[in-house]
């Protein structure tokens, strides 16, 4: 049996586990400002290349704070974990059936809980590696839609049905995220069979550049839209494909926007051959 006997000296216990707490409490005020310092410095340095390249800072700022967390919570776990034992050592409290039975413990709960911490472990590998964040489109399989809110345990998900999926970060095998760096619209316009391609290629050519020239379309395009030219040809219609570059997940409304222009030149430029 382990004695439950603890070794007083007054005052000199007293002052020791007082020194030991408030140097704990010294030493988490220190690294949790050089923490916060850190994070403000390389989102400030982020920020400035995220923008310089054109991209919003928003994200990055998102991520660092993320990182801060979850570096601030895991601190926090073994300061708490040295501090007891630093306590109970001064205290006289025997520490080797405690640490002997601890490790037997811990091995068994690793045995038991081997998915809980492989969700832990996979939800810390996702933020550290920015694959995913609040407010993403992104696939992981099943279930496709914008990210909610993110655990280190679960990711909660709404799809376009309005249905919120918890999806366990230790199950998600391969994730598919539209919401990053850009977005690619592929805009297909049909024109009937047997038209001039040389004519449709110029009025089309003739409504990229307009469309690239439009103020009102700045904001929405990352670069020039390009004509690619015939991708299909059937015996009713020739498929004519332009591919525009947006910002990530804004590539429906230009879309529209240039198909609605494309029909309506191509309408008044190009005669039904048959």
């Known amino acids: 049996m382990i004695s439950i006997l603890v070794t007083w000296v007054w005052p000199d216990t007293l002052i020791i586990v007082l020194a030991t707490i408030l140097i704990a409490a010294l030493v988490h005020l220190i690294v949790v400002t050089l923490i916060k310092r850190m994070t403000s410095r390389v989102n400030k340095v982020a920020s400035a290349i995220t923008t310089a390249a054109g991209a919003k800072p928003t994200r990055t700022v998102a991520r660092m704070t993320a990182l801060a967390q979850l570096l601030k919570s895991v601190w926090t776990i073994v300061l708490v974990v040295v501090v007891a034992l630093t306590l109970m ?24 809980a081997q998915s809980l911490i492989k969700d832990y472990l996979s939800g810390i590998i996702m933020i550290i590696e920015d694959q995913y964040g609040v407010g993403d489109q992104i ?18 998900i709404r799809d376009v049905g309005g249905t919120i999926w918890y999806v366990r970060n230790g199950e998600i095998q391969r994730v598919g995220n539209i919401s990053q760096g850009y977005s690619t619209g592929l805009i297909d316009v049909p024109v009937p069979y047997g038209s001039d391609v040389g004519v449709v290629t110029s009025i089309l050519t003739q409504v990229v550049n307009e469309v690239s020239q439009d ?12 004509l690619l ?3 299909s040809v059937t015996h009713k219609a020739l498929t ?13 409304s230009p879309a529209r926007d240039i198909r609605e222009r494309a029909m309506a030149a191509l309408a008044a430029g190009v005669a039904d051959p048959h």
């Open 89 to 112: 050592s001064t205290l006289g409290v025997p520490l080797s059936p405690i640490l002997a039975s601890a490790g037997i413990g811990g091995l068994l709960l690793a045995f038991g």
């Open 139 to 156: 696939n992981v399989g099943e279930v496709s839609g914008t990210v909610e809110n993110i655990t280190l345990r679960i990711t909660k």
């Open 229 to 231: 030219g015939v991708d």
């Open 240 to 252: 004519m494909r332009i591919l525009i570059k947006t910002p990530p997940n804004q590539h429906y």
């Open 215 to 226: 103020p009102a379309m700045a904001d929405l395009l990352l670069a020039p839209p390009q």
